[in-house]
């Protein structure tokens, strides 16, 4: 079984920084995508960042020049570094990520179970 399990989210004041990490652990073939999404109360989840197994990078535009994708392949993790922190940032982080498991037919869709951000003062 394929799964991704994420750390680091947490309660920071409005210009803080955190630190999110996921790791896909389990009977791995190979991972394509990975990303970032969030949902807030009452929204719809929203796309913040993705990375390609190659390494290019693509960001919504609330958090452009704010946070970072980055990943570690040789670890299966993916990481979203969030500096200057703003209310609106508050929500449920979900990893997300395309994974190929060993003797599986097809490249699938795994979800992580969701860290809560929350930015106040």
């Known amino acids: 079984q394929v799964q991704l399990v994420e750390s680091g989210g947490g309660l920071v004041q409005p210009g803080g920084s955190l630190r999110l990490s996921c790791a896909a652990s389990?009977?791995?073939?190979?991972?394509?995508?990975m990303a970032w999404y969030r949902q807030a109360p009452g929204k719809r989840r929203e796309l913040v960042a993705q990375?390609?197994?190659?390494?290019?990078?693509n960001y919504s535009d609330s958090v452009k020049g704010r946070f970072a994708i980055s990943r570690d392949n040789a670890k299966n993790t993916v990481y979203l570094q969030m500096s200057s922190l703003k209310a609106e940032d508050t929500a449920v982080y979900y990893c997300f990520a395309l994974i190929q498991a060993t003797r599986a037919a097809a490249i699938n869709r795994y979800w992580g179970q969701g860290t809560q951000v929350s930015v106040s003062s």
């Open positions: 389990g009977s791995i073939e190979s991972i394509d995508a």
């Open positions: 990375i390609m197994s190659g390494g290019t990078t």
